[in-house]
């Protein structure tokens, strides 16, 4: 066992739920002492130290919760006794919030998220593993110096790869087209690769509404416009393919550009990026003409985090296409 202490925050999740018959499903009910007395062998690995930054189900995860998570882990990281953190928290948004964790990690220690798909009073739960695992990779050396990363099923990811997968299949969390970056086997913590192209920030304040519009067959302006009446400082839009968007979208993102939103384009396909290959209307190509900048291979739903960030940070690049585009493709 490591001298250093790994700091546990607990966020809530289905790895803290348990069925309440009153309601007819599984409801938040254990803290992060509770997770931890049910995982066998997990003093022997590290001193514990508990923060109960909340107990809700993911859905209910906001950005400014990302952010004050982040503040709170950052801060403890800062002390001389803390080797690293884990975050448990719910698998429906910890996509979301790892890759905003990472976004604003400066320190060398550790910071590894987990959660389960099966509630801690179910017949198999698979959060005391993932509990065990993730303050394995936390107390490691090596892991230092590796950022945020998503550890379950033994299983390590980057945070800006990874993606839940399947409704209810205990390994939903993969990372397609890359794979994982390394497991957690019995006696030592595995990596075969380091993510590359992680690009970090420092805003003071989370400030910047960014909205997502997704494509469909058919889709009009009418969403860019309701965006842009209601004040936002970015719209993802989320194409089809390499990043095409159906016609009449075209002058809506072109005015919203006039009017200094940031328009950033992203692909619902899981991999590949984004990229002006095209000439027809409503083509990369296009919107490109039109001031939208492309966001390289990131979900939408991840690209938004980012450019909240981003503009939080630095709003006047809201103007800057060009740069962007350099901040977003790896």
């Given at each position: 066992?490591?001298?250093?202490?790994?700091?546990?925050?607990?966020?809530?999740?289905?790895?803290?739920?348990?069925?309440?018959?009153?309601?007819?499903?599984?409801?938040?009910?254990?803290?992060?002492?509770?997770?931890?007395?049910?995982?066998?062998?997990?003093?022997?690995?590290?001193?514990?130290?508990?923060?109960?930054?909340?107990?809700?189900?993911?859905?209910?995860?906001?950005?400014?919760?990302?952010?004050?998570?982040?503040?709170?882990?950052?801060?403890?990281?800062?002390?001389?006794?803390?080797?690293?953190?884990?975050?448990?928290?719910?698998?429906?948004?910890?996509?979301?919030?790892?890759?905003?964790?990472?976004?604003?990690?400066?320190?060398?220690?550790?910071?590894?998220?987990?959660?389960?798909?099966?509630?801690?009073?179910?017949?198999?739960?698979?959060?005391?593993?993932?509990?065990?695992?993730?303050?394995?990779?936390?107390?490691?050396?090596?892991?230092?110096?590796?950022?945020?990363?998503?550890?379950?099923?033994?299983?390590?990811?980057?945070?800006?790869?990874?993606?839940?997968?399947?409704?209810?299949?205990?390994?939903?969390?993969?990372?397609?087209?890359?794979?994982?970056?390394?497991?957690?086997?019995?006696?030592?913590?595995?990596?075969?690769?380091?993510?590359?192209?992680?690009?970090?920030?420092?805003?003071?304040?989370?400030?910047?509404?960014?909205?997502?519009?997704?494509?469909?067959?058919?889709?009009?302006?009418?969403?860019?416009?309701?965006?842009?009446?209601?004040?936002?400082?970015?719209?993802?839009?989320?194409?089809?393919?390499?990043?095409?968007?159906?016609?009449?979208?075209?002058?809506?993102?072109?005015?919203?550009?006039?009017?200094?939103?940031?328009?950033?384009?992203?692909?619902?396909?899981?991999?590949?990026?984004?990229?002006?290959?095209?000439?027809?209307?409503?083509s990369v190509t296009d919107t490109r003409r039109a001031g939208l900048a492309m966001?390289?291979?990131?979900?939408?739903?991840?690209?938004?985090?980012?450019?909240?960030?981003?503009?939080?940070?630095?709003?006047?690049?809201?103007?800057?296409?060009?740069?962007?585009?350099?901040?977003?493709?790896?």
């Open positions: 066992m490591i001298d250093k202490k790994v700091m546990v925050f607990a966020t809530g999740g289905t790895i803290a739920m348990k069925y309440d018959p009153a309601k007819h499903g599984l409801v938040p009910a254990c803290t992060g002492e509770d997770l931890a007395a049910a995982v066998p062998g997990l003093g022997d690995v590290a001193p514990l130290e508990f923060v109960q930054f909340s107990n809700i189900a993911s859905p209910g995860m906001t950005p400014q919760n990302m952010w004050d998570l982040s503040v709170a882990i950052e801060k403890a990281l800062e002390r001389d006794d803390v080797a690293g953190a884990i975050v448990t928290h719910g698998t429906d948004t910890l996509e979301e919030t790892s890759f905003f964790l990472d976004l604003l990690h400066r320190n060398p220690k550790p910071i590894v998220c987990t959660a389960a798909m099966r509630g801690a009073g179910d017949t198999s739960p698979d959060g005391p593993m993932n509990i065990l695992c993730s303050v394995k990779v936390a107390a490691s050396q090596e892991t230092v110096g590796m950022g945020v990363l998503v550890c379950l099923n033994e299983t390590l990811h980057a945070p800006g790869e990874v993606m839940k997968t399947h409704s209810a299949n205990p390994a939903t969390f993969q990372s397609p087209w890359w794979g994982p970056v390394g497991y957690v086997d019995l006696d030592k913590i595995v990596f075969r690769r380091k993510p590359l192209g992680v690009k970090r920030f420092a805003p003071k304040a989370l400030t910047a509404r960014v909205d997502v519009i997704k494509c469909m067959t058919g889709s009009t302006r009418d969403y860019i416009d309701f965006a842009v009446s209601q004040g936002v400082q970015g719209i993802v839009i989320e194409g089809f393919g390499r990043g095409n968007v159906p016609p009449p979208m075209v002058p809506g993102i072109e005015d919203a550009v006039k009017k200094g939103v940031a328009v950033v384009l992203t692909t619902r396909t899981p991999g590949g990026r984004v990229l002006d290959v095209y000439g027809y209307p409503g966001g390289g291979e990131l979900s939408a739903a991840k690209a938004r985090l980012k450019l909240m960030i981003v503009l939080s940070e630095r709003p006047e690049l809201a103007r800057d296409r060009d740069a962007l585009e350099k901040l977003f493709d790896i």
